[in-house]
């Protein structure tokens, strides 16, 4: 019934056509759709009005339709209006990173000042990486793609194309933009990319099922590539040269990126700020067309990261005119340009003759193809997406799910004389809650959000198990942490809520150290040196923080990362120092010391080079000293591994010409059919000897016993990894399919993809499984 009513109100609106009041200052009076059947749409007879014909040829007959000014204004992500052919302005700039957003002083596709007055905010992705669950991911991705449907069939979105995800690699920890990855490893986030894209764009977790091509939204894979710095000593983002071998390119920044396209089908992609080795990622021929579009198959369309195409003359310097940095992005195959640049330069490059209107109609067929793909010029909106309105964003099933993914990401990583979880008996008793972040709902939140259905602090969470509970914030005058020292002391628990928040980690915002906050650090130790019993410290932040005072420290029982837990992140958290949920998030990036920050930031080298100090990054490559390292994480309970079957161990790397004095074999000479016979089956048996139920990750490693000078072959990498849920003391199996060449292989200095012989295990837990390879 809500269903008939909300089309009818749809009909009536198209009727009187002033209802779709999004508040934006090229909102001309047209239905937000082309194609419909009142006076506003006369064109219902043009071919690209018809549903039935091919999305490629429909796009084709409206740019035939278009004068040159006209076609000059789609290429900006404020595509303006064409009325005459009832064509509405679209916003191609939307955000969702983790819940419908919208950015401060910046007009994007959402807009909250209608009956929607909020959405459901998921946890920050890097929380919600932890979780290690291909499943959940797909789930939320997509919830936030129906909260799109529904606010654009209210009138509050003008725009379907959303900028996510981010699947950078998150490289060096002091990365602000960190946080909105889901991590440091290539496989980990190609998997991500995945799921998000099938998710947003409607697909099935399994892919392959848009109907007729049609998008629920359309994801879009960004930053192309090699992008992971915002300001560094000088460097900025918007100039940055960033210089990656052959090597890093191949088996780090780009697979996330192959995997969006190739098996996420995303349509959509951005290109990066940043140039990589001297061209500028928006200006690379090679990387957004023989690449991605060649060898990849990618059929979307690809925007500039905002302001990017304009950089290239201006601020890079690689261009010798405006005109010739718009022939160097339409050339190299982007097609959209966030920002107003090829709105004021295209033309007079069609003047100057630096472009064509070829080159003009190229980038447009990618862009209208994608508006029609999401039913943008099919008439009113109908169908499934059709009937989703006010009602299905904050639906309680979508909050429940943000409060899930809370609950799976949140990693323990320390738990002294099992402290936690708090016993019944302690929620008798006094708890203090002390902390800068224990009682702040924003920074829940982390960035790229819009206003929550709701939100929980830590504080809150806690307040509804403990009826006796006083908070000190602590930490911004000496007389604060007074105040909180003396609430410490007189209480039964303590739990400090410290970290930090957007203004220490953030999108133009690297952090310059790795430790916290100075007077959080003297807090945390002058309440743990005055409470009568251990105390539980949560950190709420995006990057890694190094904790090992806290990690060495007697008084400070417990260690909780919560990330950006998201609208009901203190709920979460309240449940798990209760015990109403068993943790079993796993760190996605390696936890370094603050030495660490010694490295440049700009050095984008993985592999470590002991001969000059460099020490690697991440679990893969880097050598020295960890604060916690990937894959980390505790539970209330202990599971044990054991490798139960693996169907092949020894592997015969046969090569058809001999390369065998250089120690590898290259993937593709090995070929196809030999890759396909090589997978083998890994069973693992997981058992649960504790006496609490609990979900957790399962992940297996590829770890060679040998790690020397070879072929630059990483230490060890992830193979894959299972979410499994066990009752106490039970007992569950799981199933690995392996495939040598996709798992054992790493780039050799060519960027080609090898497997490098010799002795290596299989690693789950503290079980391994010898894996031979021979040439
Ligand atoms: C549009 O936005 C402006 C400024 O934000 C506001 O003053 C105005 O009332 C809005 N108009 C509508 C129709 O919502
Ligand atoms: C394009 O022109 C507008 C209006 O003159 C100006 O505000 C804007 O800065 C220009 N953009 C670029 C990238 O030059
Ligand atoms: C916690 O923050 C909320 C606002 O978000 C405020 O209403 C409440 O009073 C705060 N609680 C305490 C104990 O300060
Ligand atoms: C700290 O507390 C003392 C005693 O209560 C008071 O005199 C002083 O003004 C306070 N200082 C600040 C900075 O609030
Ligand atoms: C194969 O190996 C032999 C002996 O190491 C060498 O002489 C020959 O040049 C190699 N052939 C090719 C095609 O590399």
Same mark, same amino acid.
């Given at each position: ?364 067929? &990618? ?6 793909? %999401? #039913?943008?010029?099919? @008439? $009113? *909106? ?5 009937? !989703? ?47 800068? &972040? ?6 829940? %939140? #982390?960035?790229?959000? @819009? $206003? *929550? ?5 830590? !504080? ?55 430790? %916290? ?69 796993? %760190? ?188």
């Amino acid at each position: 019934m809500r269903h008939i009513i909300h089309i009818l109100a749809l009909l009536i609106s198209i009727t009187c056509s002033t209802t779709f009041s999004i508040n934006a200052t090229h909102q001309p009076k047209l239905p937000p759709f082309s194609c419909g059947r009142s006076s506003t749409s006369p064109t219902r007879q043009y071919p690209f009005c018809d549903a039935s014909l091919p999305v490629r040829e429909r796009a084709r007959d409206l740019i035939s339709r278009l004068t040159l000014d006209e076609k000059i204004s789609q290429l900006i992500h404020k595509a303006a209006a064409v009325p005459r052919l009832g064509v509405p302005y679209y916003q191609w700039w939307t955000e969702a990173l983790h819940g419908l957003a919208a950015l401060h002083n910046v007009e994007t596709g959402f807009s909250f000042d209608g009956v929607v007055e909020e959405a459901t905010i998921f946890p920050q992705v890097i929380l919600t990486a932890s979780s290690f669950d291909v499943d959940l991911w797909y789930q939320i991705s997509k919830v936030i793609g129906r909260e799109a449907r529904a606010m654009y069939n209210e009138g509050q979105a003008n725009g379907l194309t959303i900028w996510s995800p981010n699947i950078n690699i998150f490289r060096d920890p002091r990365w602000g933009r960190g946080q909105e990855t889901p991590g440091e490893d290539p496989l980990l986030t190609a998997k991500y990319a995945i799921s998000v894209v099938r998710g947003l764009q409607g697909d099935s977790p399994e892919g392959g099922d848009l109907k007729d091509g049609h998008l629920q939204v359309s994801a879009c894979c960004k930053h192309f590539t090699a992008y992971d710095l915002e300001s560094w000593e000088g460097y900025e983002r918007f100039s940055f040269n960033a210089q990656v071998t052959k090597q890093d390119m191949a088996d780090t920044y780009q697979p996330p990126f192959k995997s969006c396209i190739e098996d996420g089908k995303a349509s959509g992609l951005m290109c990066a700020y940043n140039l990589v080795n001297g061209v500028p990622n928006c200006a690379d021929y090679d990387l957004l067309t023989k690449t991605a579009r060649g060898e990849w198959g990618f059929d979307g369309y690809i925007a500039s990261d905002c302001d990017a195409s304009a950089l290239i003359f201006k601020r890079q310097h690689y261009a010798k005119s405006e005109e010739e940095a718009v022939a160097d992005v339409l050339k190299a195959g982007m097609d959209v340009n966030c920002g107003t640049h090829l709105g004021n330069f295209t033309k007079s490059a069609v003047l100057k003759g630096t472009v064509t209107v070829s080159d003009i109609d190229r980038a447009l067929e &990618n862009l209208f193809t994608v508006r029609m793909r %999401l #039913g943008l010029f099919n @008439g $009113p *909106p109908s169908g499934a997406y059709g009937r !989703l309105g006010r009602e299905d964003v904050c639906a309680p099933e979508h909050q429940e799910l943000a409060l899930e993914a809370a609950r799976q990401g949140i990693v323990l990583l320390k738990n002294e004389r099992k402290l936690l979880p708090l016993s019944d008996k302690a929620r008798e008793g006094s708890l203090a809650v002390i902390g800068p &972040n224990a009682n702040v709902s924003k920074t829940l %939140l #982390g960035n790229y959000v @819009g $206003p *929550p259905c709701t939100t929980i602090t830590p !504080l809150e969470g806690l307040m509804s198990y403990v009826e006796d509970v006083k908070f000190e914030q602590g930490s911004d005058t000496l007389n604060d942490t007074k105040r909180a020292v003396e609430l410490a002391r007189s209480s039964d628990h303590v739990v400090l809520v410290v970290g930090l928040n957007q203004y220490h980690e953030a999108e133009y915002i690297d952090r310059e150290d790795l430790v %916290l906050p100075w007077k959080q650090q003297n807090l945390i130790l002058s309440v743990a040196k005055a409470a009568k019993k251990p105390v539980v410290l949560v950190l709420l932040c995006g990057g890694p923080i190094d904790v090992s005072f806290a990690k060495e420290k007697a008084k400070i029982g417990s260690i909780l990362w919560a990330g950006y837990p998201g609208q009901a992140g203190g709920r979460a958290l309240a449940e798990i120092i209760f015990g109403d949920y068993n943790p079993g998030g796993r %760190l996605t990036m390696t936890w370094y010391p603050h030495e660490f920050i010694t490295t440049p930031m700009i050095d984008m080298r993985m592999r470590a080079d002991p001969s000059s100090g460099f020490p690697g990054r991440t679990y893969r490559f880097y050598r020295g000293k960890k604060v916690f390292e990937f894959g980390y994480g505790l539970s209330y309970t202990t599971y044990s591994y054991k490798i139960v079957f693996v169907s092949q161990s020894k592997f015969h790397l046969k090569a058809s010409s001999n390369t065998s004095d250089l120690g590898y074999v290259s993937v593709p000479e090995l070929g196809p059919r030999w890759c396909k016979k090589a997978r083998f089956m890994v069973i693992v048996s997981v058992k649960n000897k504790g006496k609490m139920a609990g979900k957790h990750p399962v992940l297996l490693f590829f770890r060679r016993t040998q790690y020397g000078d070879g072929v630059g072959s990483p230490m060890k990498q992830l193979v894959g990894f299972h979410p499994v849920r066990t009752d106490a003391k039970g007992k569950v199996r799981v199933k690995f399919l392996v495939s040598p060449c996709e798992h054992f292989s790493s780039a050799n200095e060519d960027g080609e993809m090898v497997i490098e012989s010799g002795d290596a295990n299989l690693v789950v837990g503290d079980e391994e499984h010898p894996i031979r390879l021979n040439l």
